[in-house]
């Protein structure tokens, strides 16, 4: 199995999640990040062979956040790293796919995938009174403040069907694809270990969630696969 569009010989496989155990796998991932208690809502699932993480309010009424990580359960440095997904729709949605860490104070983070369906256009559109995402961003920081680089990739609508997000990170350059296409490269050092992130956030260029914003499993942020491999 190699990346999506890449030589099967420069890689070898070191992490698969397909998804297909009916239940997310509390040994290989984690349904919160480490400085939040698990919200007390379930807006998640594995079924059909997919994550599932979909808008849903609070007993409060409130939209809230929902992380997956590995942290402390799996790392890498360097490598390829690609999920397939479609991303929700919806005012206020902020789906991500990421590399992070927190070591001591800092921050590290490659961001392979952020949309804001949201956010004035291009980022995203009105449909049918419902906002859809229509480019993504990827970004890498070296901490919280300095931010290395930014690439923003104008798209169709991400929620209408599946897609590939993928970088190879190396030491000097971070490399992003979509659906197997280079789409920008980032050329800075980067040899903190990082584990993966995938989250479906509230905010930022997306603005506040509110009654446009469809709720429930038929519109969620949707993996089929998270996938990494080491480079030869």
């Known amino acids: 199995m190699a990346p999506f569009g890449q030589t099967a010989s420069a890689f070898t496989l070191s992490y698969s999640e397909e998804f297909n155990g009916g239940a997310l796998d509390a040994a290989r991932w984690n349904d919160k990040i480490w400085y939040e208690a698990a919200p007390q809502t379930r807006n998640y699932a594995v079924e059909n062979g997919a994550l599932k993480i979909w808008p849903a309010r609070d007993a409060a009424g409130k939209f809230f956040n929902r992380t997956i990580d590995t942290d402390g359960k799996y790392y890498q440095t360097y490598g390829y790293f690609e999920i397939e997904a479609k991303l929700p729709k919806g005012k206020g949605t902020w789906p991500a796919f990421w590399l992070f860490n927190h070591i001591g104070a800092r921050r590290p983070e490659i961001d392979i995938m952020e949309a804001y369906a949201g956010g004035a256009?291009?980022?995203?559109?009105?449909?049918?009174?419902?906002?859809?995402?229509?480019?993504?961003?990827?970004?890498?920081?070296?901490?919280?403040?300095?931010?290395a680089g930014l690439i923003k990739v104008p798209t169709g609508d991400l929620s209408a069907g599946f897609h590939k997000y993928a970088v190879k990170w190396e030491p000097t350059k971070q490399s992003f694809y979509f659906d197997g296409t280079l789409v920008g490269v980032i050329n800075v050092t980067m040899g903190d270990p990082m584990y993966l992130m995938l989250d479906l956030w509230y905010g930022s260029a997306s603005g506040t969630p509110d009654a446009s914003t469809p709720t429930g499993k038929e519109n969620s942020y949707e993996v089929n696969y998270v996938r990494a491999w080491k480079m030869k």
């Open 121 to 147: 256009a291009p980022w995203g559109k009105i449909v049918n009174g419902v906002a859809v995402p229509t480019m993504y961003a990827a970004t890498v920081w070296k901490d919280a403040t300095i931010q």
